[in-house]
């Protein structure tokens, strides 16, 4: 197993804390998993793992506590303890640094009314409201870039760019179909925003074929389990802690526990749902 992988489940991991950070739940990290404390946003897992030799026992009392989807990062859990199944799976992917200046009509989201123009066309006709997903402190996150291709004044494409210290992850790709030189313009203009990083990320199916002609190459698998009943059903959302509105980290058995920080707004009460696992498959991070 390469140091890539182990690369590129951490930036994956960093852009599941900022979007938990942003939406104001708490969350606690180690160097064997990351997990969600309160119910995690739509396509979003509870919990992840960072290490390979991560044991079911480890994790079992963690999602017994409500039912979450877990990413099995390195594709090594044995979900029949956990009483799951495997939703979907996809591979890492990773290519050179491409640095340079942006792809012709891309550019940084950088004020509401243009998020919410990228949020609505992510979302398209289906899934939840966007901004249950990606909420407005997301657009204050240094470490996050929502990049859009623009034709004059209508925004017809985009992506995702999240900052780790060697590494630039790009994610949630949109409207740009399975066009290889598509793809490669988000590649592009998430490699104007790392720099000198190697640009990673997670694709399956045709994604998977366009990232390839695109320039990615795999590294690794990974795969997400679901609840046996959380494939159609909805599962019931544990309960939030009354000191959900707390400020400041605070540790618990070892692990740094991080709460809202007080320009973080909580999630949305209409959001205040458990993920649905049915969607997971399709953009869950």
Not at 86 to 98: F, R
Request: glycine letters at 12%.
């Amino acid at each position: 197993m390469t140091e890539a992988i182990w690369i590129a489940a951490g930036n994956n991991a960093d852009l599941c804390a900022a979007i938990f950070r942003a939406h104001g739940l708490r969350f606690e990290r180690d160097d064997r998993l990351l997990r969600c404390l309160d119910a995690p946003p739509p396509f979003y897992p509870g919990i992840v793992t960072l290490h390979p030799d991560v044991d079911p026992d480890e994790i079992l009392g963690l999602a017994g506590r409500g039912a979450v989807a877990i990413k099995d990062s390195f594709a090594t859990l044995d979900p029949t303890p956990l009483g799951c199944v495997v939703l979907s799976e996809a591979c890492w992917i990773e290519c050179d640094p491409c640095a340079g200046a942006m792809p012709e009509g891309w550019g940084r989201v950088e004020d509401p009314a243009a998020f919410s123009a990228w949020r609505r066309t992510w979302r398209g006709d289906a899934g939840p409201d966007a901004d249950c997903v990606f909420p407005d402190p997301c657009l204050e996150a240094p470490d996050l870039a929502f990049l859009a291709r623009w034709e004059g004044a209508r925004m017809r494409a985009g992506c995702l760019a999240n900052l780790s210290e060697a590494v630039v992850g790009l994610s949630n790709v949109f409207g740009l179909g399975q066009d290889p030189s598509g793809f490669a313009q988000a590649l592009h203009a998430a490699g104007s925003f790392g720099g000198a990083r190697t640009v990673v990320g997670y694709e399956n199916g045709d994604r998977l074929t366009a990232a390839r002609a695109a320039g990615f190459r795999e590294i690794g698998c990974l795969r997400i389990l679901v609840p046996k009943d959380g494939r159609g059903k909805k599962v019931r959302k544990p309960p939030r802690p009354s000191d959900v509105h707390s400020r400041g980290p605070v540790y618990t058995g070892g692990r740094q526990v991080t709460r809202p920080g007080p320009r973080q707004s909580q999630l949305p009460r209409n959001c205040l749902r458990p993920p649905e696992f049915r969607h997971m498959g399709r953009e869950g991070q």
